[in-house]
């Protein structure tokens, strides 16, 4: 079946330092890959997504590069802001298949 | 603009007791999902609509009810709760079933079962 594995966490990182959560996955066909970000109180909010090898999902200075050859869709931010503080969730879907998300990792930035 | 709501937002039950989440979506979306949210687990899908009248089981239903009588209405039920079954609990909804397709989510309901 599908999966998905991401790093564990939590990340501590200092403001403005360079941020990458990996994430590698299974799956059967050809997924669509996304990231979701789930703030403090709050639900998922699509963060980037990528719809086939190569692609490249970006939005506020996050992006993630979808590897086929690898599996991975690792996330990366080049300088983090306190307020990227949050968990993290790497997920894919298949066909028409619902999502299959990883079990999070929390990012949390010091100023 | 709402997107996809959730009542309640909190609650507290008892050993046996039942009752119903209810979801709603104002973006015309077909699909409809319910997920549950434990700590190190991720989300993990409960059950699903794929349409008005429709319902499908998802990874963990066991324990869980669901109807989805009006399209934008998705309601997921409890009729003997345990405490399992304490958790967060997502609604989604989605255009269509698409790969491409992303589920827009709610804000949660976290429930407590003692």
């Known amino acids: 079946g599908d999966s998905v594995t991401q790093m564990e966490g939590p990340v501590t990182l200092s403001e403005e330092a360079f941020l990458t959560i990996n994430c590698t996955y299974t799956?059967?066909?050809?997924?669509?890959l996304f990231w979701y970000v789930q703030y403090p109180g709050e639900g998922l909010q699509l963060l980037l997504k990528?719809?086939?090898?190569?692609d490249k999902g970006s939005n506020k200075g996050f992006e993630a590069t979808y590897r086929k050859e690898t599996t991975s869709f690792h996330l990366e931010k080049g300088s983090v802001q306190v307020s990227d503080s949050a968990v993290y969730f790497c997920a894919l879907r298949a066909g028409r298949r619902a999502l299959t998300f990883g079990s999070g990792t929390r990012l949390q930035v010091q100023p | 603009n709402a997107g996809v709501t959730q009542t309640p937002k909190f609650r507290v039950l008892k050993t046996g007791q039942s009752m119903t989440l209810l979801c709603a979506q104002d973006?015309?979306?077909?699909?409809m999902y319910w997920y549950r949210q434990d700590p190190g687990m991720g989300l993990r899908l409960i059950h699903y609509s794929v349409g008005e009248g429709t319902t499908a089981k998802g990874e963990v239903p066991d324990g869980y009810n669901v109807s989805r009588l009006k399209k934008q209405n998705f309601l997921l039920g409890l009729e003997s709760a345990a405490p399992s079954q304490t958790s967060v609990y997502f609604c989604?909804?989605?255009?269509?079933?698409?790969?491409?397709?992303?589920?827009?989510f709610g804000d949660g309901t976290r429930l407590s079962i003692l």
């Open positions: 990528a719809t086939k090898a190569d």
């Open positions: 973006m015309n979306h077909e699909y």
């Open positions: 989604a909804s989605s255009y269509g079933g698409e790969s491409n397709q992303p589920q827009h």
């Open positions: 799956a059967t066909g050809y997924p669509s």
